[in-house]
């Protein structure tokens, strides 16, 4: 069922802050399994490269060690791993110094792609840049990678562009956010514009509203300072909830290529109007039974940044008008589960009895993110058997893993895919700065609105949906949220 791999061109990736967190948990596996799957040709190599002084062997066993951490033992065998860990070469290299950089210089072979991954803090960004071409290493077809957080509102995220823009152009940066390179994201995009079916009824004449729910079970963790300068606003809708909601609402763009795509992408960030305070809910959680509170773990009794939001929004062009949007993201919910439901409206005139089993005749699409990506669209059927016309709602499912049988594990995790098309010189699942100042300039206002009237979140009780308020919010307009289920 899934198609054959083909191998991508020969490439040196470079990938700064190679010991850390991230590249651990997600960058080498999601390598290793492109590598296991026959996508990374014979010549290509990873270097590793941070501040820790090491040689390449004691590299290798940190990803070694990382690999049986965070790759199930189906996915690898020790001789494939053995092979990938032949791939890899380690550089001490200081960010903000002079260290390292010749010797970096002198491994990358300029004769094959060169990428390099910007997986450190953003306040390094700007001097690894500089670095690159200082000494000589980055040349027109360089491309960088850059993580997330990408700015803290629009006048540091317009600093950072400004930053990369002094060494690369636009086509060389790709700025990640990993929700793009998700399967089902991608399908969106496939069934929206792929088939007939539903893009004519993909308008406010037929669609009452739109849910995006990315809910969590944990709490903030270790990164507490970081959260609490942040909050769940510009941690997750700024960027991810922002970026799926760009893909829902565009229009068809005129050819799959990034900057069609990004183009229209963008134009519906544009078309987001300000959002009211009282169609935002923003929430906290509380202590449960030996579980800290979200201010106990942020170490700060007085927050009063988010850890749960939902907000009303409304996408103001021909298309949406009158349509909402309603986004919720939070931590400490019930489970662990993100999802788009375009909920369509009920049929203009029903020619069924009251009491026939069903009470709205709403069709439902749901695109599941995570788990069990897929995608389900609810429909109405008569009940099979006898007892006249009795109606049901049922799904239909599209499970990936059902669909894809025993190949799922090859289809590619969001990191991997999108790293490939970093290889492959493929912008379209990445933002470009335009968009990233643009979902700024919405949010900023935002955020200032809710500082300056001294906003304290709702507390909210820990493995819920969130804030009664948040509930409210919905059931205002005649509609409820979706269960929060795995
Ligand atoms: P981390 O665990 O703190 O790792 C930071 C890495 O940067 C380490 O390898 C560190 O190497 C290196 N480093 C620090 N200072 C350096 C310098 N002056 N020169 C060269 N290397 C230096 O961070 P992380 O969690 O992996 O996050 C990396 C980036 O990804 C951040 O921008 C973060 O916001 C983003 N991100 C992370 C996640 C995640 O799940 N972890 C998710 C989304 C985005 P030494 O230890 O040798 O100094």
């Known amino acids: 069922m899934v198609s054959r791999v083909i191998p991508v061109e020969p490439f040196d990736l470079v990938i700064f802050g190679a010991t850390g967190d991230l590249a651990r948990r997600k960058i080498l596996p999601g390598l290793f399994r492109r590598f296991a799957s026959g996508q990374m040709p014979e010549e290509a ?24 951490e965070f790759m199930p033992s189906s996915a690898k065998t020790p001789d494939l791993v053995d092979t990938f860990l032949e791939r890899l070469a380690y550089v001490t290299v200081d960010a903000m110094g002079s260290a390292g950089w010749e010797e970096l210089a002198g491994l990358v072979r ?51 562009n400004n930053s990369l823009a002094a060494h690369f152009t636009e086509k060389q940066i790709y700025r990640i956010d990993h929700y793009l390179g998700k399967e089902t994201v ?26 995006i729910t990315v809910a969590e079970t944990v709490g903030v963790g270790g990164r507490g300072s970081y959260y609490d300068q942040s ?7 700024q960027n991810h909830l922002m970026q799926l909601l760009c893909l829902i609402a565009m229009e068809p763009p005129s050819r799959f290529e990034p900057d069609a795509v990004r183009d229209e992408k963008l134009k519906v960030i544009r078309a987001l109007d300000s959002v009211e305070p009282h169609h935002i809910v923003r929430g906290q959680y509380d202590a449960a039974e030996g579980v800290a509170s979200y201010r106990e773990d942020v170490d700060n009794p007085r927050s009063r940044t988010e850890s749960f939001i939902a907000m009303r929004c409304q996408v103001s062009n021909w298309r949406w008008a009158g349509t909402p949007f309603y986004l919720r993201t939070g ?17 203009p005139h029903s020619i069924f009895q009251e009491g026939d089993g069903v009470s709205e ?126």
Do not use: C
């Open 45 to 68: 190599r990873i270097i590793g490269a941070a501040r820790s002084a090491m040689d390449t062997d004691s590299f290798r066993q940190i990803i070694r060690d990382a690999l049986q």
């Open 110 to 160: 300029k004769d094959v792609v060169n990428a390099f991954y910007f997986s450190v803090a953003p306040s390094l960004f700007g001097a690894l840049a500089e670095r690159l071409h200082s000494f000589g290493i980055a040349h027109d077809n360089t491309r960088i990678v850059v993580e997330k957080p990408f700015g803290h509102d629009l006048k540091t995220a317009q600093a950072l």
């Open 186 to 211: 991608q399908n969106l995009m496939a069934i929206r514009f792929g088939n007939m079916l539903f893009e004519p009824l993909w308008n406010a004449q037929f669609v009452d509203h739109i849910q």
């Open 231 to 237: 909050g769940a606003m510009r941690d997750m809708v």
């Open 331 to 347: 931590k400490r919910l019930s489970a662990r589960a993100s999802e788009i439901a375009v909920v369509f409206k009920e049929t």
């Open 361 to 486: 005749h709403r069709n439902i699409l749901t695109i599941r993110l995570q788990p069990n990506e897929g995608i389900e669209m609810g429909v109405t059927i008569k009940e099979p058997g006898p007892g006249g016309m009795r109606l049901v709602d049922v799904p239909l499912d599209m499970t990936f893993a059902d669909a894809l049988g025993p190949d799922v594990e090859d289809v590619p995790d969001a990191y991997e895919r999108l790293i490939m098309d970093v290889i492959r010189g493929n912008q379209t699942l990445f933002m470009r700065g335009d968009e990233v100042e643009a979902a700024w300039a919405w949010t900023d206002p935002l955020i200032d609105s809710w500082t300056a009237r001294h906003d304290v979140p709702k507390l909210y009780d820990q493995n819920s949906s969130g804030p009664v308020d948040a509930s409210a919010l919905i059931q205002r307009d005649g509609r409820r949220w979706r269960d929060i289920r795995t």
